[in-house]
């Protein structure tokens, strides 16, 4: 069974930076984040390969978010910067088996932008 | 842009009646491969949100059989036959393709 644990959610002040870690129990191929504002519905963030040379961007957020992965580890990275307060929400590691097909979830961890 | 719709927003179901949730794509989601990229998700008060249904109709491993999901091109239908107590969540379609989208989520109450 796969397992993904998010981790490094925080509280940051506007234009500040914040990088997300999910460790992955089964070195999954694409892994990727999707994201929800407080109250909100879903919205996917990125993804990535396992070799780390594919990756996909929700286009709002190409050039702010950096996805990354170190297999050694076993765990992925989302590195935002630039963080705005719409960026506000909880943050989940998903394994995207095929096109979409977002077959585990991590539990989320939440990101808070406010000063 | 592309846009997922879904209807109703939000659905009040009564245990052992069927329900039904309809999502509309804004383009065709016949990928070239021949597959369609239509999934559904479940998100249960207070949980992550799980897969269910994908490529249209294809039942997750463990997803009650009572959940069924058709459709094609651009109009996708997730049926209940027969609502439970824990189908209580909100219930989201995604397109599998890039860019990919959620729908606005159905809030399916009893």
């Known amino acids: 069974e796969v397992q993904l644990v998010e981790s490094g959610g925080d509280l940051v002040q506007p234009g500040g930076s914040l990088r997300l870690s999910c460790l992955d129990s089964?070195?999954?191929?694409?892994l990727g984040w999707v994201r929800q504002a407080p109250g909100k519905g879903l919205e996917w963030v990125a993804n990535?390969?396992?070799?780390?040379?594919?990756?996909e961007y929700v286009d709002s957020l190409k050039g702010r978010f950096i996805i990354s992965r170190d297999n050694a580890k076993k765990s992925l990275y989302l590195q935002m910067n630039s963080l705005r307060d719409e960026d506000t929400a909880i943050y989940y590691c998903?394994?995207?088996?095929?096109?979409?097909?977002?077959?585990?979830w991590g539990q989320g961890t939440l990101v808070t932008v406010s000063s | 842009d592309i846009a997922m719709t879904q209807t109703p927003l939000s659905l009040s179901a009564t245990p052992g009646q069927p329900a039904s949730i309809s999502c509309k794509s804004t383009?065709?989601?016949?990928?070239?491969?021949?597959?369609?990229?239509l999934h559904w998700f479940l998100q249960r008060p207070g949980q992550s949100p799980q897969l269910l249904i994908y490529?249209?109709?294809r039942r997750f491993s463990g997803v009650p059989d009572r959940f069924s999901g058709s459709g094609s091109g651009t109009d996708f239908t997730l049926k209940i036959s027969r609502v439970e107590p824990e189908d209580v969540g909100v219930y989201y379609c995604?397109?599998?393709?890039?860019?990919?989208?959620f729908g606005q989520g159905t809030k399916v109450e009893l």
């Open positions: 089964s070195s999954s191929y694409w």
């Open positions: 998903v394994r995207d088996a095929s096109f979409g097909r977002l077959d585990s």
């Open positions: 990535l390969n396992f070799d780390g040379r594919r990756s």
């Open positions: 383009e065709s989601l016949l990928h070239s491969d021949g597959k369609t990229y």
């Open positions: 490529e249209v109709s």
């Open positions: 995604m397109r599998g393709v890039n860019p990919k989208t």
